[in-house]
């Protein structure tokens, strides 16, 4: 069983900067794939960007190309979101995931076996 742990979450005014940290309780050992996602109350869970077992390829949605981006340390069992020029829209819980999944990059969320609790992001304009 998979623990995760999301924090970094706060607020921050329009165009500001935030990184989040995803903890696992145990040793990833390159072994499972990482994805970021997103949710507000009354719409779907959106996966933000991903990166494989070894960090070597990353996906990004529409909404983060360009502004995040994800990166990881095996060695601390942690995963990053750093998130630039951070907008409004942007305001919602975000939620870091792993997956075993080959079609881990299509950033699912059926596909995400093990989920943290999520760190609330708040953009004020």
């Known amino acids: 069983q998979l623990n995760l742990m999301e924090s970094g979450g706060g607020s921050v005014q329009h165009g500001g900067s935030l990184k989040l940290s995803c903890t696992l309780s145990?040793?990833?050992?390159?072994?499972?794939?990482m994805g970021w996602f997103r949710q507000t109350p009354g719409k779907e869970r959106e996966g933000v960007v991903a990166?494989?077992?070894?960090?070597?390829?990353?996906t990004y949605g529409a909404s983060a190309k360009g502004r995040f981006g994800i990166s990881r340390d095996n060695a601390k069992n942690t995963v990053y979101l750093q998130m630039n020029s951070l907008k409004p829209e942007d305001s919602s819980m975000y939620y870091c995931?792993?997956?075993?999944?080959?079609?881990?990059?299509?950033?699912?969320?059926?596909?995400?076996?093990?989920w943290g609790q999520g760190t609330q992001v708040t953009v004020s304009s």
């Open positions: 990166i494989s077992r070894n960090g070597t390829s990353t």
């Open positions: 145990e040793s990833i050992n390159s072994n499972a794939c």
């Open positions: 995931a792993a997956s075993h999944d080959f079609n881990y990059y299509e950033m699912r969320p059926r596909d995400y076996k093990y």
